[in-house]
């Protein structure tokens, strides 16, 4: 499986960015898709996974109400919509793929290179 994030940038406090993860390689139907963030000095966090199969999504409590994941199954992409940024917000952002949802980044098979969002004050 191959990921390809993209979509970050520079954007002011309380603007927003959508970032994208296109994958390719194997069947997507069998894979949950998460997304996790790391900043300077930090360790990589979690930020929310989707499953493909059903759906369902888990959040951080940090974004909560702020971001959404979406996912195109035809296109074999997901989206994170990334709204009222904060300069907390700040961070590497990753894409990941795994069987079963998972906060734990140490568990995801797959990784995408990661896109830098970086929100100023």
């Known amino acids: 499986v191959q990921l390809q994030a993209s979509g970050g940038g520079l954007v002011q406090a309380g603007g927003f960015l959508r970032l994208s993860c296109a994958a390719s390689?194997?069947?997507?139907?069998?894979?949950?898709m998460g997304w996790f963030r790391q900043a300077p000095g930090k360790e990589r966090e979690f930020v929310v996974v989707?499953?493909?199969?059903?759906?369902?999504?888990f959040y951080a409590d940090s974004v909560k109400g702020r971001f959404t994941i979406s996912r195109d199954n035809a296109k074999s992409t997901v989206y994170l919509q990334m709204n009222s940024l904060k300069p907390e917000d700040t961070a590497v952002y990753y894409c990941?793929?795994?069987?079963?949802?998972?906060?734990?980044?140490?568990?995801?098979?797959?990784w995408g290179q990661g896109t830098q969002v970086t929100v100023s004050s």
């Open positions: 990941a793929a795994r069987p079963r949802s998972s906060r734990r980044p140490g568990e995801y098979d797959y």
């Open positions: 989707i499953s493909w199969s059903t759906g369902r999504t």
């Open positions: 390689g194997r069947t997507f139907s069998n894979y949950d």
